[in-house]
T-cell receptor
Framework: AQSVSQHNHHVILSEAASLELGCNYS??????LFWYVQYPGQHLQLLLKYFSGDPLVKGIKGFEAEFIKSKFSFNLRKPSVQWSDTAEYFC????????????FGSGTRLQVQP | DSGVTQTPKHLITATGQRVTLRCSPRSGDLSVYWYQQSLDQGLQFLIQ???????AKGNILERFSAQQFPDLHSELNLSSLELGDSALYFC?????????????FGPGTRLTVL
């Protein structure tokens, strides 16, 4: 079974700082990778996804992520965070034939201070 | 708005009771997924239905069951409720394509068991 690790549980940044959230997964086969964001009191929204092709994917709100197959990683980045980016971020993977259910990491709570 | 609707938004009930959570997928989506989000377990996949049939099972308790109806809406039934079942229950839906589909999440039902 696949698993997802997010090593940063709580990150505090000032506005305009750069962001990188780590995500590692364990699965030997082909994977689809996702980053979701959950703003306070809201549902999960997709930030970006990687299925195949260019390993550097761009998502909404200026976020991007890089898939590094050799490192089993899919880190999320943003060059300059805003107060409105305060939220919880989840990395997720689905993998294997017929396995479309998502396995989520434990989440990273990002707090951006004005 | 993801197009996925869930009712009710909040549910407060007592231990030992039974509740039904309802989900309507996005128009045209055949797959429905149920996830549980709790403080101690994080986001966990419970069960998936595709076009009325159970497709995959995750960490779903025997006290829980689900079904998908001909109009594609789905219901999650939770019985003999325990305090530990208090959580946010999300429904997600995805399209007709095979593996790797993006999942769209509903706003969730917050269940409180007293």
């Amino acid at each position: 079974a696949q698993s997802v690790s997010q090593h940063n549980h709580h990150v505090i940044l000032s506005e305009a700082a750069s962001l990188e959230l780590g995500c590692n997964y364990s699965y030997g086969g082909t994977v689809n990778l996702f980053w979701y964001v959950q703003y306070p009191g809201q549902h999960l929204q997709l930030l970006l996804k990687y299925f195949s092709g260019d390993p550097l994917v761009k998502g909404i709100k200026g976020f991007e992520a890089e898939f590094i197959k050799s490192k089993f990683s899919f880190n999320l980045r943003k060059p300059s965070v805003q107060w409105s980016d305060t939220a919880e971020y989840f990395c997720a993977v689905n993998a294997g034939a017929g396995r479309r259910a998502l396995t989520f990491g434990s989440g990273t709570r990002l707090q951006v201070q004005p | 708005d993801s197009g996925v609707t869930q009712t009710p938004k909040h549910l407060i009930t007592a231990t030992g009771q039974r509740v039904t959570l309802r989900c309507s997928p996005r128009s045209g989506d055949l797959s429905v997924y149920w996830y549980q989000q709790s403080l101690d377990q994080g986001l966990q996949f419970l069960i998936q239905y595709y076009n009325g049939e159970e497709r995959a099972k995750g960490n779903i308790l025997e006290r829980f069951s689900a079904q998908q109806f001909p109009d594609l809406h789905s219901e999650l039934n939770l019985s003999s409720l325990e305090l530990g079942d208090s959580a946010l229950y999300f429904c997600a839906s995805s399209g007709q394509r095979e593996s790797g589909d993006e999942q769209f999440f509903g706003p969730g039902t917050r269940l409180t068991v007293l």
